[in-house]
């Protein structure tokens, strides 16, 4: 039994991390659809840009300049700041932009980023919905790059790359940027075969017509998986379409983020049991594989070291292995006492790295059975310039 939990347990990890993302990759090159099957727009779409904020006021000024200054028809693109109960100067800066179209919604209680786009999302004027973060700078072309797939009426969303800003002053900002690319050569993949699983907050983009009601989940994922579940459109991931973020201000604060992400896809999962039906979902095996295999990783690691620990009593195999895990786990904690003092040398930091986010998904399970949420959208601290 204890052989059979490890090599279970062994397997899980091996195929979550590696095994899917070499098979995924390998399926769509040979069955997929190339992300530029796609015809030239005979007149660009109408758009509403949205950003959503709570008390952003140092990042709100830099986002629209941003946001105005990107490669779009003006007469096509309409700007939307939705002000979720700021108590700060959020909404008296966005009403500086009023004379170059900037319209500022502001609502005087905190509803939370799903409420409000509720609200906000049917009195939009553009075709597609644009949600774009406050503190994530677009590429110029972003927009044209992004909106081109919705030449194709199968196409009922996009979401765009997000790169991390590396920071010399930042501990995060090189696990997140590693993290990043390792996941954006699986939605890549994901994509050619018929979708990426979900969008990132940072730029994302659905056909107004298809735009969903949210519930109290992560938007992003909640909203382009429900347009694949209910209309069998596709959600197309772009990676020309950048946009730009600053780490997270700490790690700490990176911790809690990926604790929160762990519980928003658990709260999801009753609202989304289509995507694991075959019959009616197109990417049930993505989703199992790539979001529903990473969330038992952390208890899988557990089981491989315990086990491996028992069995080596009694042979050297396992002890080799055992030990092997052990050194892993060292590295990783001298990895953390390195990245404390701002040092990242890759023999430590990746293993550090792997053992954070695992340990942050495990503590995310172990938060969830309490049922307390703050259902309030959180946003990221992160780096501004100034830091």
């Given at each position: 039994?204890l052989?059979?939990?490890?090599?279970?347990?062994?397997?899980?990890?091996?195929?979550?991390?590696?095994?899917?993302?070499v098979?995924?990759?390998?399926?769509?090159?040979?069955?997929?659809?190339?992300?530029?099957?796609?015809?030239?727009?005979?007149?660009?779409?109408?758009?509403?840009?949205?950003?959503?904020?709570?008390?952003?006021?140092?990042?709100?000024?830099?986002?629209?300049?941003?946001?105005?200054?990107?490669?779009?028809?003006?007469?096509?693109?309409?700007?939307?700041?939705?002000?979720?109960?700021?108590?700060?100067?959020?909404?008296?800066?966005?009403?500086?932009?009023?004379?170059?179209?900037?319209?500022?919604?502001?609502?005087?209680?905190r509803?939370?980023?799903?409420?409000?786009?509720?609200?906000?999302?049917?009195?939009?004027?553009?075709?597609?919905?644009?949600?774009?973060?406050?503190?994530?700078?677009?590429?110029?072309?972003?927009?044209?790059?992004?909106?081109?797939?919705?030449?194709?009426?199968?196409?009922?969303?996009?979401?765009?790359?997000?790169?991390?800003?590396?920071q010399?002053?930042?501990?995060?900002?090189?696990?997140?940027?590693?993290?990043?690319?390792?996941?954006?050569?699986?939605?890549?993949?994901?994509?050619?075969?018929?979708?990426?699983?979900?969008?990132?907050?940072q730029?994302?983009?659905?056909?107004?017509?298809?735009?969903?009601?949210?519930?109290k989940?992560?938007?992003?994922?909640?909203?382009?998986?429900?347009?694949?579940?209910?209309t069998?459109?596709?959600?197309?991931?772009?990676?020309?379409?950048?946009?730009?973020?600053?780490?997270?201000?700490?790690?700490?604060?990176?911790?809690?983020?990926?604790?929160?992400?762990q519980?928003?896809?658990?709260?999801?999962?009753?609202?989304?049991?289509?995507?694991?039906l075959?019959?009616?979902?197109?990417?049930?095996?993505?989703?199992?594989?790539?979001?529903?295999?990473?969330?038992?990783?952390?208890?899988?690691?557990?089981?491989?070291?315990?086990?491996?620990?028992?069995?080596?009593?009694?042979?050297?195999?396992?002890?080799?292995?055992?030990?092997?895990?052990?050194?892993?786990?060292?590295?990783?904690?001298?990895?953390?006492?390195?990245?404390?003092?701002?040092?990242?040398?890759?023999?430590?930091?990746?293993?550090?790295?792997?053992?954070?986010?695992n340990?942050?998904?495990?503590?995310?399970?172990?938060?969830?059975?309490?049922?307390?949420?703050?259902?309030?959208?959180?946003?990221?601290?992160?780096?501004?310039?100034?830091?």
């Open positions: 039994m052989k059979l939990l490890f090599w279970a347990s062994a397997g899980l990890v091996v195929y979550v991390y590696v095994g899917y993302p098979l995924v990759d390998l399926l769509s090159r040979w069955r997929g659809v190339s992300r530029d099957a796609f015809k030239a727009l005979p007149q660009l779409p109408s758009v509403t840009v949205l950003i959503p904020a709570h008390n952003e006021e140092q990042w709100i000024r830099r986002k629209i300049e941003n946001t105005l200054d990107l490669d779009y028809p003006k007469g096509q693109m309409e700007i939307v700041v939705a002000s979720d109960g700021s108590d700060d100067r959020t909404a008296v800066i966005a009403g500086e932009f009023a004379d170059r179209g900037v319209r500022v919604v502001a609502f005087p209680t509803l939370g980023k799903q409420e409000m786009l509720n609200r906000v999302v049917p009195k939009a004027t553009g075709e597609i919905i644009v949600a774009t973060d406050t503190n994530a700078l677009l590429a110029r072309d972003a927009l044209r790059k992004l909106l081109r797939h919705f030449s194709d009426p199968a196409v009922g969303g996009a979401t765009g790359r997000r790169v991390c800003i590396i010399e002053r930042s501990v995060p900002s090189e696990g997140e940027g590693l993290y990043w690319r390792y996941d954006s050569w699986i939605k890549e993949s994901e994509s050619r075969m018929h979708s990426c699983l979900g969008a990132h907050g730029l994302y983009a659905i056909r107004k017509a298809v735009f969903p009601h949210v519930e989940v992560g938007e992003d994922f909640y909203a382009s998986m429900k347009v694949v579940t209910t069998g459109q596709r959600i197309i991931y772009e990676p020309e379409a950048v946009a730009a973020i600053p780490a997270a201000a700490s790690l700490s604060i990176e911790f809690e983020r990926k604790m929160r992400a519980m928003s896809l658990l709260l999801t999962l009753p609202l989304m049991w289509d995507l694991l075959p019959w009616r979902s197109p990417v049930w095996w993505q989703y199992i594989s790539h979001k529903l295999g990473r969330m038992f990783v952390p208890p899988a690691l557990l089981l491989m070291l315990v086990c491996s620990a028992a069995l080596a009593l009694a042979s050297r195999f396992y002890l080799a292995i055992c030990l092997a895990q052990v050194v892993f786990y060292l590295l990783a904690a001298v990895g953390a006492i390195l990245a404390k003092y701002g040092h990242r040398p890759k023999l430590f930091y990746v293993p550090f790295y792997f053992t954070f986010a340990a942050a998904v495990g503590l995310g399970w172990l938060r969830w059975p309490r049922r307390k949420y703050d259902y309030a959208w959180q946003p990221t601290e992160r780096l501004t310039d100034r830091s």
